[in-house]
């Protein structure tokens, strides 16, 4: 070979060499953002810089014209896919680096071929029509709500929360309205009859936390402590907000000055604000600057209960927590978006501790967490807490009470095991290390690892990556009268062969004292060594303190002395076990704890354990109860609840057994008495009840009346409020006494324009398919199953599990449970995350066929 052959050849192999370093293989282009997509993107693309305007109308159905230009690095040359869930006739035009090219869209996405691009700097314009699902128009308002994936229906973008960016916002609206976002308001000129305000850039969000709202809204500012806060609402009563504007800026200073010392970083974002939305879909969504809240959850009454109040706090302290947990560090990816949800909770409960004293928080802690996530981990469908994603477009069915409920309880266990400052060590480096930045969980456990003994890596795999509760069992032996061994056994419920190692406390109940063991349960069999020699105790009360997770064994004298432990957090922990307990099949028939429960409404007299009692009650009334059974026991039920509204003494007390009264009356007497009350608005002596409370008793007696009335439009005048009133519109045809009527609401439930207000649909669907409706509703489930996926592909993410919840939560006949079987049979391959929900929202009906038969 001679010399120019060699050299000639060594060109062309290094160039090549050059050309394949320079080009990748395309990403797939599919709808969604898959995995690869967000990897690749990832790897390729940084410092993004978005610049945005929205010209918004006054009319709610004119388009939104806009226009974007994205500014971005690329390490290397790919085929560029921008995410764009719209039609194509949305996109008007697109120049990459200067120059038209022609507009190439296919499944979801903006293709850009990368012979118009370049390593390096690279700048794109588009012009466009906003999408306008996730903006939540309404009349005279909007709101923009993108996550975990929505803000690609609204923009170009990329949508991926690994790919933060910087937003310089502007908007054109109506000239009467005002305007919110993420970053400080710049300036703002008035052209005819609108404004059009510019914003400063923003810091360094994932698209998901990108956000402005814009309408008729009241501003109120504040500066505490040297953060200005800003507040819009739409509240127009003028108590609630004289009650409540000032606590909503107090219970963010609070949660703030709480969550700077604990974490020992500055509130990390340019501005302090908030927004109250009507009907909102969630309680609160964690935009910074932009915190957007439900307001019927910010803005209480002076009939508002303790419970309310304390709920209404730990709201606030949730989504200003969010501000370092999810915010200041996101997740990679959104396999991991309960890490931002379990700190959210974990630190919102904290700063409950702190405000009202450990009692209140360990009880509300209980509360809050336990029932809810053992409503999905004792059903066929529980899922853990972290799972498997390949595409975004899934990640709405990741959402639900594992991730916020059960994850705290882990979290909790874990502070336990580590202990409170090696934990908070842990915690403050991770979040400096990963500030404004992305980490994963196991980014997360690795720091923590360093700051404790125990193997957190195995730990990680039973409370994380797997589903599923224990089940305890005991074992007790006597030497006389003389405990010889007490030993405790967990095994999982679903027949796993695994152990969650937990801490929690056994009590040991004797006529005159008792004795608390502490359990540390690492193994699957726990020797009580404490207990030996002790005497023989008249009951055990397992998992005393609420701080256990799990089934515990019950027995009959425990249930007997059920009222008789002083301490309410004790009562708490017995109630909740008891009830997991009657749904196990291991004891008490749904009526026989019925009675218990209704023996425990004069004596119980903490408001949350009064709440929680309560509730279990009207839903064993509802579920457990076969019909017959049902009118065999109202009255008798009726005269009890009534009976112990007079003998309570506090007004919450009260109103919490009203509000039972309200839900389990069926006697022609109860229907005239409420009627009356409502007629002539005067509330029995000692409860307080506003216009919130008469519109929900209105809806209750139109639903228990079977005889032409005027109900809802008397109710409809009397209330003054537009967006109550435009709510009672449109609950009032699935309350109608008309079938044909409410067949039309379902029907029209099939066009997603009518699914627009969420709450508004779940609502309705309770009343639709309320137990005195469900021989003629029974007919709507099949197609309410057959609609789940078009609920996923265009509902809000916790959409599909309310819409399941609001259908079958009372439902309890073979029928119906055949409905489901069938379903499930006839679509094996049917989405995963999907059918797991079925299986948790159907669960009751499922142990009903086996409880009641």
Known sequence: MTTITKYLCLFLLLSASCFA????????????VSLALASSRSAAISNIQYKLHFTIPAEQTVPIQSTEDIDFKLNKLIHLQIDFKQDADHIKRISVNGKSIPIDFKAEHILVKQEHLKVGDNHIEIGFIAGNESLNRNK????????????????????????????LLSLTVPTDWKVMANAVKKDSFVQGSSTTYHFNNSDKLPTYLFSFTAGKYTLVNSEMKNNKMEFLHRETDSAKIKLSVDSVFVAHRDAIDFLEDWTSIKYPFQKVGFVSIPDFQFGGMEHPGEVQYKASALFLDQGATKDQFISRSNLISHETAHMWFGDLVTMKWFNDVWMKE????????????????????????????????????RTLGANPIRQQLDNL?????????????????MMRQLELLMGKQNFQQGIREYLKKYSYSNATWNDLIAILSKYSKSDLHSWNKVWVNKPGRPVFSYDIKYNGHKISNLSLNQSGEMGQQQVWPQSFTVKLVYPTESKILVVNAKLAKTDLIEAKGLPKPKYILFNANGAGYGLFPIDKEMMANLYGHADPLERASAYINAYENMLSGKSNKPDELLAVFLKGLTVEKNEMNLRLITGYLTNIYWTFLTAEARNATYESMEKTIWDAIEQQQTQNNKKILFNAYQNVYLSTDAGKRMYNIWLKQTAPNGIKL?????????????????????????????????????????LMPALSLNVKERDIFFNGLKDRKNRQKEAWVTTALSYLHHPIRQKTSIHYLKESLDLLLEIQKTGDIFFPQSWLVAIFSSYNDKEANAVVQDFLKSHPAYNPKLKDKILQTTDNLRRAQIIMH
Do not use: W
């Open 342 to 377: 379990v700190f959210a909770n974990f630190m919102a409960d904290k700063v409950t501790e702190k405000l009202m004293g450990k009692r209140t928080f360990d009880l509300k802690f209980l509360q809050d967490h336990y029932p809810a996530a053992y409503g999905v981990d």
């Open 140 to 167: 005279d308002f909007l709101y923009a709500l993108f996550v975990p994936d929505h803000a690609r229906t609204v923009f170009p973008c990329f949508d991926q929360p690994e790919l933060k960016a910087n937003f």
């Open 690 to 730: 506003l216009e919130d409370d008469y519109s929900a008793l209105a809806l209750t007696l139109a639903l228990k009346t079977d005889t032409a009335n005027t109900i809802l439009k008397d109710q409809l005048a009397r209330t003054k409020n537009e967006d109550r009133k435009n709510r009672l519109i449109y």
């Open 21 to 32: 370093q320079q080009v990748t293989n395309p990403i797939t282009v599919e709808p969604g």
């Open 393 to 409: 477009q899934e990640a709405g069915s990741m959402y639900g009470n594992i991730i916020y409920h059960k994850a705290p309880i």
